[in-house]
């Protein structure tokens, strides 16, 4: 499985963003997907991503009422809509995908396949 991000870029507090991840592989529809993200000088943290069943969505709490997840499984894509940024939200963001039983789909140990990342700049 492979994995690519875009849709980043440098954009004003209070904008909004739509990051895509493109997957590799037939299967898509049964990958289970999240995204992540890492500030510089922090640790690679959860920001997003469905159960694993697909009946909720857990939310990092800092991106709550901002953020949604959805995907296109035509499109082997997975998407992350983000409005109202912040300048706190600047990161490398990452799609990760799994093909198996996801336990706790906030855990990065929990994914086997991690884009590249793509860049989100927010200025104040």
């Known amino acids: 499985v492979q994995l690519q991000a875009s849709g980043g870029g440098l954009v004003q507090a209070g904008g909004s963003l739509r990051l895509s991840c493109a997957a590799s592989?037939?299967?898509?529809?049964?990958?289970?997907m999240g995204w992540f993200r890492q500030a510089p000088g922090k640790e690679r943290e959860f920001v997003v991503a469905?159960?694993?069943?697909?009946?909720?969505?857990y939310f990092a709490d800092s991106v709550k009422g901002r953020f949604t997840i959805s995907r296109d499984n035509a499109k082997n894509t997975v998407y992350l809509q983000i409005n109202s940024l912040k300048p706190e939200d600047t990161a490398v963001y990452y799609c990760?995908?799994?093909?198996?039983?996801?336990?706790?789909?906030?855990?990065?140990?929990?994914?086997?396949?991690w884009g590249q990342g793509t860049q989100v700049t927010v200025s104040s």
């Open positions: 990760a995908a799994t093909t198996g039983y996801v336990s706790d789909s906030k855990s990065s140990f929990n994914y086997n396949y």
């Open positions: 592989g037939r299967t898509f529809s049964s990958y289970h």
């Open positions: 469905p159960t694993w069943n697909g009946m909720r969505t």
